[in-house]
Nanobody
Framework: QVQLVESGGGLVQSGGSLRLSCAAS????????MGWYRQAPGKQRELVAT???????DYLVSVKGRFTISRDNPKTTVYLQMNSLKPEDTAVYYC???????????????WGQGTQVTVSS
């Protein structure tokens, strides 16, 4: 089992910045990708940013140029630097880790507990 611990959410004014962190621990096999999703009230959860094992990144169109996903050298902690925040970025942000078996035949998905990000106008 893999545990994810998130931190860094909070309340910020429009135009401000926040940095989210998510540390993975436990029985990690081989992390295929790490990422951040968010869910605003009354809306579906959406993918915000991902980073793969090889370091390739992908972003939700509305956050490109404002958010940056990165990870530490052991590749067990993922970060989301959020700049120029807007009220529409307000949501609960969830860390996601996709772990794979050594032979690559099975994937395991893990989620963080969620951290609230609120951007005031």
């Amino acid at each position: 089992q893999v545990q994810l611990v998130e931190s860094g959410g909070g309340l910020v004014q429009s135009g401000g910045s926040l940095r989210l962190s998510c540390a993975a621990s436990g029985s990690i096999r081989s992390i295929k990708r790490m990422g951040w999703y968010r869910q605003a009230p009354g809306k579906q959860r959406e993918l915000v940013a991902t980073i793969t094992k090889s370091g390739a990144t992908d972003y939700l169109v509305s956050v490109k140029g404002r958010f940056t996903i990165s990870r530490d050298n052991p590749k067990t902690t993922v970060y989301l630097q959020m700049n120029s925040l807007k009220p529409e970025d307000t949501a609960v942000y969830y860390c996601h880790v996709q772990d794979e078996s050594i032979d690559g035949s099975t994937y395991f998905n893990y989620w963080g507990q969620g951290t609230q990000v609120t951007v005031s106008s």
